[in-house]
C-alpha cells in the first residue's frame, strides 16, 4: 500500500472532532486530520515527520497552504524557537492586516504553538503532529483558544462557527500542500 493523503480517505475518516467547548469568554476547538494513513515504501514515519515538521515551520511559505495569508516574514534574526516572531500579513491585498504570531510552544519535531493578540481578543494555535508507528498513520491535530474580549463576547456562536470554518479550510490546506510536497 502507498501514502494515502487526507483526500483520499473515506469522509468519516477525514475529520475527528474531539472538542467544541464554549466557557464563559473563551472558545476552545479541537480538530485533526490524516495526512499519513498507512505504510509508504519510500519514508518511515518518523521521516514523514520531519516532512510535515520542516512544512509546518517553513514561515515564508505559509501563503503557500494557508488560505487567506498574503505573506510571512520573521521579525528576529535567530533560528525558531519559543518567543520567536512571525508577522503574518493577510486579508486582502486592498485592506491588509498586520498580526504578531509569537510562538508560545516550541518542540520540534512535535508541536509549536503560537499566541495572536488583538485590541477585542486573543487567539491560541496548537499545531501537533501525532505519529503512530505501529500502524504506519500520522495526523495533524490543531487545538484552538479564543478569547473574546468586550463586545464580541456577545458574538461568541458566530466566532465558533468563523473558526471551526477556519480550522477545517486550513487543515484540508496544508493536507493538500503535504501531498503536493511528496517526494
Not at 474531539?18 to 518518523?46: F, H, R
Not at 516572531?85 to 509549536?112: A, C, D, F, H, M
Request: glycine share 4%.
Amino acid at each position: 500500500r502507498g501514502l494515502r493523503h487526507a483526500q483520499s480517505l473515506p469522509a468519516r475518516s477525514e475529520w475527528k472532532w474531539k472538542q467544541v467547548t464554549p466557557t464563559q469568554a473563551n472558545l476552545k476547538i479541537s480538530e485533526q486530520i490524516w495526512l499519513a494513513s498507512g505504510p509508504d515504501k519510500n519514508l518511515s514515519v518518523e521521516d514523514q515527520v520531519q516532512r510535515a515538521w520542516q512544512l509546518l515551520t517553513d514561515f515564508q511559505n505559509w501563503q503557500q497552504w494557508q488560505p487567506n495569508i498574503l505573506s510571512t516574514s520573521r521579525t528576529d534574526s535567530d533560528g525558531p524557537g519559543r518567543g520567536s516572531t512571525v508577522l503574518v500579513v493577510s486579508g486582502k491585498s486592498s485592506n491588509p492586516s498586520n498580526k504578531n504570531w509569537k510562538i508560545s510552544y516550541w518542540e520540534p519535531p512535535q508541536r509549536i504553538d503560537f499566541i495572536v493578540r488583538s485590541t477585542n481578543m486573543r487567539v491560541a494555535y496548537s499545531l501537533r503532529l501525532e505519529p503512530e508507528s505501529a500502524t504506519a498513520t500520522l495526523a495533524l491535530l490543531l487545538e484552538l483558544e479564543i478569547e473574546l474580549k468586550g463586545i464580541r463576547k456577545l458574538l461568541k456562536p458566530i466566532y465558533l462557527w468563523c473558526y471551526r470554518r477556519k480550522s477545517a479550510q486550513l487543515l484540508n490546506a496544508f493536507a493538500h500542500y503535504w501531498s503536493g510536497s511528496a517526494g
